[in-house]
Structures are given as structure tokens and as C-alpha cells.
């Protein structure tokens, strides 16, 4: 295949035009002063030298297929890289080698087809601009997560009374120290000292009166300090819906229904009393009409958390269970009481939890190590949490084993507790250890009540200049408003329902630190709270998350395949220029002769 060159048409109809009024001229004298066969040989050696004059001028090019070449991309600055490749760099990028800076990285497809394959250097490559690299071969030159914090969950919104929670993994590979301090406006609150390595790590704090706070959580190593803010609201208690479902009669599941009853929360239990038979309880609870069937979707959905034994989650139909799911997505907190049985099995939702033996025979609670002094706090422990998965911790052995944890599902909460007595420390007296734990259970586990929820993209933050995707929990699709405490306001557009989960997707950009309300045009019920934090607020959980998010989402390890792209090549003048020479040669030779 093959190809003229740039000119335009005009260009080229011009040029065509005046060679052939040439020609044309000169086969005219020629024909009247010679013979016919003289003058058609002179009249040739004419087009040939025309011919051979227009190909010169426009450089007619041949398509060819070439290897795809390889390119660096730094995403950071850096002193020192290889010069054996072409170096792009991203802006605000500092390094002493020659680069060239590319202001998005369309730039690399738009104007350099050859590259076909390129490294990635550095953390700071955001999601959105690497979906420009989704045509290339792309390798990660760090084979490692960056260090610093790797993951974090913490509890933005929480209820009076609730645990402030703060979990995560830290990661470092120097010999230095490294210890976490969590402090709130009653002063530090909890602390942690980390090994070398990523070590997972876990918070807590007591949360105050209803109201807006900031928590700092600092990081300490030798002789330096960095302090991150967390951002969170504390909302008013109210009494939480809970049913109870007892496969097999118990005493742990039966002191349990006692405790939550007093502490005036509203029970409805189903226990079964014999096959396909079961007696039906509530406590706090005034129903005219009668209860509602326990396991019925519409019940459900009134609940903020469903505690059942093991025996009662086998026993479930897979109608019963596909509505338990259901439930789950939309919010419900779902908490097992293991048996020996689930431990060799541990499912929930289809969803496997990390298991590991126990050997210990006794326990108290982390929060209360003096208490387990002479006592055995309970029969057994039989198992534990895995300490390094992905699961969020409740509650503690006095060794630090976990022994209640879960796992987010939706907008619900699905977990277990892996004590198999507990009811054994009423009967010992130890009735604050009992109130403690089961109170934090069953407060972490339970629905999160918010009017509207802001699921934040990518981060569990909102951070200034940085893109906030929040989606609001019904389909209506009606501007969000942004107001900034200084006055400022920001209108966010719906940008497409997702009727699947009932969501409607916004997406801003803050341009202004601190508390922010956002609100949906004439609703002012739905009012929701968020605090942004400046632009350089944690750097390296972004990186992380950044990094995690583009091996996922690009072809880290390609398959194999030969990358080529389409060129074109100049056909050498030279093969122009000789048959000019030669035909002009030729003609003045026959005009001489």
C-alpha cells in the first residue's frame, strides 16, 4: 500500500495541472516540426521527466509494519533513571534526566503510535488517567505496595455509645520503630507499636456527645511525628430491632435474648421447637396487628441486626436465605454464634472467613485483662480470626486473639462470634466484662442508619482538588448541592441511576477544607456531613489504593504478543531522481542530434 505525500488536493490538482499544460505545449510543437515516431519518443522522455519532477516533490511514502517501541513513564520525581529508553513524565514530576512531559497521558497514543510497551515508575498514577494506557503493554516497575499505610477502615458515622474503631495495614521495611497513636478531643485514647513488615493493626476509642469530631491518629518512628485526621460524626442512640433465631435451645443464645431485652431493645426471637415447628417471641414491642412473620422480607427490613446460632443458619429454606441475602445488601447486620460444626466450615453468605485454631482453654476480653485473674471467663475458645485477613475486629482474647469480627457485605455487615459461652460471667459476677463485649457487638454489627449514604470512590476520604463520586440511596434524580461553611456553594449533577441498586451516582470536586453539608434541591430531610481534608492528607494510603487499583485494572503481566504498529516509510528520492536525469538526458541528446 502506498500513499502520496501531505500536500492537499489544491496543492496536488495545481501542480498536475501545470505539468500537464507542459506536456501538452510541448507534444504540440513537437508533432508539427517531426515525424510521428520521432516525436512520440520525444513526447515520452517529456512525461517520463514530468513523472519523475512530481514524485520528487511529493515523496510518495509505502506503508510498513514495525515493532512497537518501549517508553518509561515517571509518575514521580525521581534523580537517577535509565536513558536507554524514551522517558514521559508526568507534570510537577522533578528530574535531572532528560524527559518529556506529557500533560495527559492521551498524549502518549495521540502522539507516539510507536509506543507499544511502557514501564510505570512510581505511585502517583490515578486510575483516571491510566485508562488512557488500557491500549499498551504496561509493566509496574513496583513489584510492592508503597510504604506507609496500605488499607484503612474506620467509622465515619457511629451511634452514642458505639466504639470510635480505626483498623488498617502498615507497611515498612526499615529497622526503625514504628508506633500509631489514635487521640480524640479527650486526649490519646489508644496506642500500637508495629513491627517491620506490613502489620495490620486495630484502634479504638470512646466517642462523646452527638456531634461532629476529628480524631488524629499519629505516627510516630525514632524521632519524627505525621498526624492524619479522621473526620467523623457521633449521632444519637436509639434502641435497635434485633431478631434472634435459635436453632438448638441454649443457654448462651437464651441469656443473650435476656441481656438485649433489658437494655431495652426491641427482640422478636423464632426458636424452633421441633421439624418444621417454632414458637415465635417479642420483647419491647407493641404490635397491634399481631408480628409479622419472622423471616418475611418486610420484617427483614425493619431489623438492624439478625443473631443466629450455627444449627439455625443450616436450617434456613434457600428462599429464606436468598431473602436473609437480600437484606444484608441493603443493610441488615447478620452475626453468627459459632459451633464446632461452622468452625470446619465457616460460611456465611457464600462468603469463607480466614479461621485459625486456638489453643487457648479460657479467655476474658482485651478490654478487661484484670478480670480473668482466678477465673476461667468461659468453657473454650476453639478458634480464632485469622490476625493478617481482611476482616474488621470487635472484640479480643486478653491475647490478643480475635474473637468476634466481620466483614462488610453490601451495606450490611456479616460476621461471627467464636466464644461458645459467655453467659458463664453473669453467673461469676463479672456482669460489666458481659455488658461490654456484647454492647460493642452488637453496635458494630448493626445497621448503619443514615438518611442518604456517601459511598466514597477509591478513598475513604474526601480530599481537596480531588474527585468525590458519592452515589444517594434512592433513584431520584435531583442535583446535589455542595455548601461549603464560607458560603460557597457547588451544584453536583446526577451522572445515571443504577436501577440494580436502587442508587444514583454524583461526582464533585471540593475546592474548599472543612465540613461541608450536601443536600438534594428541595429535601432538606436528607442532609449529610462530610469534612474534606487538605490535598496532601493521606499520601500514602493513596498511593496504595491508586497502585492496588491499576494492577487490577491493567495488564500487568501480557500475554505473549508480538506488539507491531502501522508506518510509513519515504521511498528514496534516488529512485526518482536517476530516470529524471536520464530521460532529461536523452532529450536534450535527440534535440542536439
Known amino acids: 500500500m502506498m500513499q502520496w505525500s501531505q500536500l492537499g488536493v489544491a496543492e496536488t490538482l495545481s501542480i498536475a495541472a501545470l505539468a500537464g499544460a507542459i506536456w501538452a505545449t510541448y507534444v504540440f510543437v513537437v508533432f508539427r516540426r517531426h515525424s510521428l515516431p520521432e516525436a512520440g519518443i520525444r513526447s515520452a522522455l517529456l512525461a517520463m521527466a514530468l513523472c519523475c519532477l512530481c514524485l520528487i516533490i511529493y515523496q510518495p511514502q509505502y506503508s510498513v509494519s514495525k515493532p512497537g517501541g518501549k517508553a518509561l513513564l515517571l509518575t514521580q520525581s525521581m534523580p537517577k533513571i535509565p536513558d536507554s529508553l524514551p522517558v514521559f513524565a508526568l507534570p510537577d514530576v522533578k528530574t535531572t534526566a532528560n524527559v518529556q512531559e506529557v500533560p495527559d497521558l492521551g498524549f502518549i497514543e495521540r502522539n507516539h503510535p510507536e509506543i507499544q510497551e511502557i514501564y510505570v515508575a512510581g505511585y502517583t498514577l490515578e486510575p483516571a488517567q491510566a485508562k488512557n494506557l488500557q491500549r499498551l503493554k504496561v509493566h509496574f516497575l513496583e513489584e510492592e505496595a508503597p510504604e506507609g499505610f496500605n488499607w484503612l477502615s474506620y467509622s465515619r458515622r457511629i451511634k452514642q455509645g458505639e466504639e470510635f474503631l480505626v483498623s488498617g495495614t502498615y507497611r515498612h521495611t526499615t529497622a526503625d520503630t514504628v508506633k500509631l497513636g489514635l487521640s480524640t478531643i479527650e486526649g490519646l485514647q489508644d496506642s500500637v507499636r508495629l513491627v517491620s513488615g506490613e502489620s495490620r493493626f486495630s484502634l479504638q476509642a470512646q466517642t462523646q456527645l452527638a456531634g461532629n469530631y476529628m480524631a488524629a491518629l499519629h505516627i510516630r518512628t525514632n524521632d519524627s511525628v505525621r498526624t492524619e485526621f479522621l473526620p467523623y460524626t457521633v449521632e444519637e442512640k436509639r434502641p435497635l430491632h434485633v431478631l434472634l433465631l435459635q436453632g438448638f435451645p441454649s443457654f448462651e443464645l437464651n441469656y443473650l435474648k435476656d441481656w438485649i431485652g433489658q437494655a431495652k431493645h426491641h427482640i422478636q426471637m423464632r426458636a424452633r421447637i421441633s421439624r418444621d415447628k417454632y414458637a415465635t417471641q417479642t420483647i419491647n414491642i407493641n404490635q397491634d396487628s399481631g408480628p409479622k412473620p419472622p423471616l418475611s422480607a418486610e420484617n427483614l427490613a425493619d431489623m438492624d441486626l439478625l443473631i443466629c446460632d450455627a444449627e439455625s443458619l443450616r436450617q434456613l429454606s434457600a428462599a429464606e436465605n436468598k431473602r436473609i441475602q437480600q437484606a444484608v445488601a441493603n443493610g441488615l447486620g447478620l452475626l453468627v454464634l459459632a459451633d464446632e460444626a461452622w468452625l470446619k466450615n465457616p460460611q456465611i453468605n457464600s462468603q469463607t472467613f480466614p479461621i485459625s485454631p486456638s489453643t487457648l482453654l479460657s479467655f476474658a476480653p482485651r478490654q478487661e485483662p484484670q478480670a480473668a485473674q482466678g477465673k476461667a471467663m468461659a468453657d473454650k475458645l476453639p478458634a480464632t480470626f485469622a490476625a493478617n485477613s481482611l476482616l474488621i475486629p470487635v472484640a479480643y482474647s486478653r491475647e490478643g486473639e480475635i474473637i468476634a469480627a466481620y466483614r462488610p457485605d453490601g451495606k450490611g455487615r ?160 534516488l529512485w526518482f531522481f536517476l530516470p529524471l536525469v536520464a530521460s532529461l538526458s536523452l532529450l536534450w541528446w535527440r534535440e542536439k542530434a
Do not use: C
Open 414 to 573: 456479616v460476621g461471627a462470634m467464636l466464644v461458645t459461652a459467655t453467659f458463664p460471667w453473669l453467673l461469676q459476677g463479672e456482669t460489666a466484662v458481659y455488658n461490654r463485649l456484647w454492647t460493642d457487638i452488637l453496635e458494630s454489627f448493626s445497621r448503619r442508619q443514615y438518611g442518604r449514604e456517601i459511598h466514597l470512590a477509591e478513598f475513604p476520604f474526601i480530599v481537596k482538588d480531588f474527585p468525590a463520586h458519592f452515589h444517594s440511596t434512592d433513584t431520584v434524580r435531583a442535583p446535589a448541592i455542595i455548601q461549603y461553611a464560607s458560603g460557597l456553594q457547588q451544584h453536583a449533577m446526577p451522572k445515571g441511576g443504577l436501577p440494580l441498586t436502587g442508587k444514583t451516582s454524583y461526582q464533585f470536586i471540593p475546592v474548599e477544607e472543612g465540613w461541608l453539608q450536601i443536600n438534594y434541591g428541595e429535601d432538606t430531610t436528607s442532609v449529610h456531613q462530610v469534612y474534606v481534608l487538605p490535598a496532601h492528607a493521606w499520601a500514602d494510603l493513596r498511593q496504595a489504593t491508586w497502585w492496588r487499583q491499576n494492577q487490577q485494572n491493567l495488564s500487568v503481566e501480557a500475554p505473549d504478543k508480538t506488539y507491531a504498529y502501522p508506518a510509513w516509510e519515504d521511498i528514496p528520492l
